[in-house]
């Protein structure tokens, strides 16, 4: 399907500011540029602040807004309601004003694509009668359960305490309690400012006739997830979105610009094939000093080399009794380029939080997952992990919630020797490959929603 540049197409993506929501973004403005499209990001600066190097690509604007804090927030979780609230009052006002200052300088803004929690920016949109689409970041087995929780199927999720209810949900594997998302309880009260965002977004979505969403999956990965609620809204699979080398079998070694302080490519150079435990909880995630203890003692009774980074600011080095003994069996690192590290071919496993980016780039790279879910998606994705896709096994919490060194251990060896696991983490490796190739599902669909609604509904 040719697509021919169209310079009346501007679009702006708003994005909540998250790295879990910046990084699939700017992949599909990067692809949105290659079909003629102009793109403008939008989020906070205490995510700018965090970026060290934007990218430099023709076609591509960056529009930060201050959000009141901009990296600043001192707040503690029960507190982020706060912070929250300040990015949807000032980001508004910012959005208003700047989708009103394109509209006379010659480049407006015709269409609007925001990310989950974004909500508002879609309202903004409608105040210019600009058509507006949501980018949802997460599976799309997440959205149907969102979906289902807050219309029709509300009641399915009542009397959710014990572990042992089985919730069953069309188009959905059995789910129990322990698998759902934490938005889905808003019960707790450190979560309303999310719970309230998706519930609003559902009901803007069920006030538009069959709306089209984008979804960061792809078809082969979740086929009934995308379908199952067509007659509500259409669910357009564009992933993994991921940097594109991320799915080249010979891209290995090629734009490899490393901080060598680090040494972990040296370092990894040096290990035998499929002999590494790489462990990392994403760029937020935040774990106790306890579960960072059990890790520690579960890589030391598994003996086998391993890559762990460790945020830097999260004094999880210190959290550590036995860092000592670690260093002398694998390597501790305050940051990595995790594709690059997923792609080496001496990694063996993936012990990770099942953050959705992570887990897709886990997925693309063809190594077995090891699942250890804190929060929100993370929970559900570790299920799919586990027992739809079988790429993984997710850890097993024993009393206090704790995951113990030995549960780590054996979660480890399972993903390190299981033939099953690696066959299907190669077979969905292979698939992710195919639907993002240039005649790939991903990449069709992406097409077929641009000619749709961004290149043939120019203003």
Not at 203 to 217: A, G, H, M, S, Y
Not at 421 to 429: H, I, P, T
Request: charged share 20%; net charge negative; proline share 4%.
């Amino acid at each position: 399907m040719e697509i021919f540049k169209n310079e009346k197409s501007h679009v702006l993506i708003a994005i909540f500011p998250g790295q879990g929501h910046i990084n699939p973004s700017l992949q599909l403005s990067k692809q949105l540029i290659k079909l003629g499209i102009k793109v403008t990001l939008t989020t906070s600066l205490s995510a700018f602040n965090k970026i060290k190097n934007l990218p430099n690509i023709e076609g591509l604007s960056f529009a930060p807004f201050s959000d009141g804090y901009d990296g600043n927030f001192e707040g503690s979780f029960e507190e982020f309601h706060l912070f929250y609230s300040s990015i949807k009052s000032l980001g508004s006002e910012f959005i208003f004003n700047l989708v009103k200052l394109n509209s006379t300088n010659g480049t407006p803004i015709t269409h609007v694509i925001y990310t989950v929690v974004m909500e508002w920016a879609c309202l903004v949109a409608k105040k210019f009668n600009i058509s507006s689409t949501l980018f949802w970041i997460q599976p799309a087995t997440v959205f149907d359960i969102y979906y289902y929780r807050y219309t029709n199927y509300s009641d399915y999720f009542k009397n959710c305490d014990s572990k042992d209810k089985i919730i069953e949900l069309p188009g959905l594997p059995p789910l129990s309690p322990i698998d759902l998302p934490s938005f889905v309880f808003d019960d707790v009260e450190c979560n309303n400012w999310a719970t309230e965002s998706i519930k609003m977004q559902m009901e803007i979505l069920n006030n538009e006739k069959n709306p089209k969403i984008l979804v960061n999956t792809f078809d082969d990965l979740e086929f009934d997830a995308l379908r199952i609620l067509k007659n509500n809204v259409t669910m357009v699979a564009i992933g993994p979105s991921i940097p594109l080398h991320f799915l080249d079998d010979n891209s290995f070694g090629a734009d490899m610009i490393e901080i060598r302080s680090n040494n972990y490519m040296d370092w990894l150079n040096l290990m035998t094939n499929k002999s590494v435990i790489y462990i990392a909880f994403g760029s937020y995630t935040e774990i106790s000093s306890q579960l960072m203890e059990e890790i520690g003692q579960g890589l030391l009774k598994c003996g086998r080399p391993f890559l762990w980074v460790i945020r830097e600011g999260q004094n999880g080095e210190k959290m550590v009794s036995c860092k000592d003994e670690l260093e002398k069996k694998g390597k501790i690192v305050n940051w990595c380029s995790q594709v690059k590290v997923l792609k080496h071919p001496s990694v063996g496993c993936f012990l990770t939080h099942c953050g959705w980016n992570s887990t897709l780039e886990g997925i693309a790279s063809g190594v077995p997952l090891v699942a250890c879910p804190i929060w929100n998606d993370q929970i559900c994705n570790a299920k799919l992990v586990q027992d739809v896709w079988q790429t993984g096994v997710r850890v097993n919490a024993g009393e206090g919630g704790i995951v113990e060194r030995n549960e780590f251990e054996r979660c480890i060896e399972i993903a390190m020797k299981d033939e099953e696991l690696q066959k299907n983490a190669k077979k969905w490796r292979d698939l992710a490959k195919k639907a993002m190739g240039e005649n790939g599902s991903s990449n069709v669909n992406l097409k077929a929603y641009a000619n749709e609604f961004l290149l043939n509904h120019s203003c």
